[in-house]
């Protein structure tokens, strides 16, 4: 049998994956209520300290991805990651982009994710401040292009401009299934089949860089 050794240079670390709450700013219409809402409480922030505490306690060294909901909502999340920042080793925001640039540039984090998601009207906005991320600081990140088929054209161009500006991004489709069908049971009309929902897609490029 072939042996596989990962590459990633990681392997000792704790990595967690927090989910900071169920709030969102945004009610994209393929993103289920167990994901998000605009109504759950905010995590306490010294239940928020104690954890990160009990995380540093471990003995190795931790790597967080905050994630939500949209974790740039809770109220002391700038408390919170400087916070983390003094007591583990590597921080990521997995985030929609619709804080401004200049608090992104601010945060203490290692690294971000940027969601794009289409279904919403300051989508261009997210755009803008992810631009402004690239020009004006050093933060590593990568950008989800979530290519939803009702709006291909402006999924297309936002590829067109990270190529242009060499900005880390990969295009995820959003899923359905024949089985699982939210999707258009909740919000558009019955279409003819999937066939018609892969030809939205086309060929879409990709310029996808690991992060470390
Ligand atoms: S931004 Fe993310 S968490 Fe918020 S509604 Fe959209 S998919 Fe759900």
């Known amino acids: 049998m072939k ?3 990962s590459k990633w240079p990681h392997q000792d670390s704790i990595k967690v994956e927090w989910n900071l709450g169920k709030r969102c700013n945004l009610d994209c219409g393929y993103c289920p209520a167990e994901i998000h809402d605009n109504f759950s409480p905010h995590t306490n922030i010294e239940i928020l300290k104690r954890t990160v ?3 540093a306690a471990l003995g190795k060294p931790v790597r967080i991805s905050f994630t939500g909901g949209e974790p740039c909502v809770h109220p002391q999340i700038d408390e919170l990651l400087r916070y983390a920042k003094e007591r583990v080793d590597w921080i990521n925001v997995t985030t929609n982009a619709s804080r401004k640039a200049e608090w992104y540039i601010k945060q203490p984090v290692n690294h971000y994710v940027f969601s794009l998601h289409f279904d919403n009207k300051t989508v261009d906005r997210m755009i803008n401040q992810i631009m402004q991320v690239k020009a004006t600081s050093s933060i590593p ?3 989800n292009v979530m290519a939803h088929h009702e709006h291909m054209d402006r999924v297309r161009s936002a590829v067109r401009l990270f190529t242009l500006f060499d900005v880390h991004y990969a295009v995820r489709r959003i899923r359905w299934t024949e089985k699982h069908d939210w999707f258009d049971d909740l919000r ?5 089949g999937m066939v018609t929902r892969k030809r939205c897609y086309g060929k879409i490029q ?3 860089r690991p992060y470390i």
Not at 188 to 192: A, G, H, I
């Open 3 to 5: 042996h596989v050794t």
């Open 53 to 55: 505490d009990h995380l």
């Open 141 to 143: 990140f990568h950008v």
């Open 188 to 192: 558009y009309p019955r279409r003819s």
């Open 206 to 208: 990709r310029n996808y």
